[in-house]
């Protein structure tokens, strides 16, 4: 059974710092690699998604990575703000993409003004 | 892009009441969603994988009786929690997926937190 793990679980930093944010899976036989965005008592917002074949993608400040045969990926912030506050969750997709997502708990992460 | 929209946003109800939460894909065709359930602190869990026009595939330990997943056309499904007790106060999301996307994404609504009195 895949089971995901993030660290840390909660994250405060000073404005303007690069973080990353670490994930790893089990079960290195999976479809795809996708982080969201949890803000409090919302939905989830994707931002960024990693096929099983890939190595890394990347949209503005955000950087993902995938090593799939160790079984981590991490999650890349530049220059945090603010607005970047929220839950960040990993998620595994596994038998062929059909299946639905396995989930980390989350890295709660606030960015200090 | 693609939208999934959720409703309701927020329920309280007595102990007892059966509740139901709709989940609509709003510019494309889901014919398969999936039902979470997230409590607090804790990672979203899959509850069940609804299938347009035919039986939803539950996960091990989610009780099909109690949470009834309707999936009748391919833009809408539906979750009730049947017979609604304390212990299902939880926040329930779904997602669908838009196979016409780039790399197929999973969309998912805004969740709704279920209180249950």
């Known amino acids: 059974k895949q089971e995901v793990t993030q660290i840390p679980a909660a994250l405060s930093v000073p404005e303007g710092e690069n973080l990353v944010l670490n994930c790893s899976f089990t079960?290195?036989?999976?479809?795809?690699l996708q982080w969201f965005r949890q803000d409090p008592g919302k939905g989830l917002t994707s931002l960024l998604l990693?096929?099983?074949?890939?190595r890394e993608q990347t949209s503005g400040r955000l950087n993902a990575s995938l090593d799939k045969s160790s079984g981590r990926s991490t999650l890349y912030i530049a220059a945090s703000q603010p607005g970047d506050s929220a839950t960040y969750l990993c998620?595994?997709?596994?038998?062929?993409?059909?299946?639905?997502?396995?989930f980390g708990k989350g890295t709660h992460l606030i960015i200090q003004p | 892009g693609a939208v999934v929209s959720q409703h309701p946003s927020w329920v309280i109800c007595k102990s007892g009441t059966s509740v139901k939460i709709e989940c609509r894909s709003l510019?494309?065709?889901?014919?398969?969603m999936f039902w979470y359930r997230q409590f607090p602190k804790q990672s979203l869990m899959l509850m069940a994988t609804?299938?347009?026009?035919?039986?939803?595939?539950?996960e091990q330990g989610v009780e099909k009786d109690k949470f009834l997943i309707n999936h009748a056309s391919l833009t809408l499904s539906t979750l009730t929690v049947t017979s609604a007790h304390p212990e299902d106060s939880s926040f329930y999301i779904c997602?669908?997926?838009?196979?016409?996307?780039?790399?197929?994404?999973?969309?998912f609504g805004s969740g709704t937190q279920l209180s249950v009195l």
């Open positions: 997602s669908a997926r838009d196979y016409t996307a780039a790399n197929e994404k999973l969309f």
């Open positions: 079960d290195s036989a999976i479809y795809n």
């Open positions: 990693i096929q099983s074949s890939q």
């Open positions: 998620a595994v997709a596994s038998g062929g993409g059909a299946d639905g997502l396995t």
């Open positions: 510019d494309f065709q889901a014919t398969t």
């Open positions: 609804s299938n347009e026009g035919s039986k939803a595939t539950y």
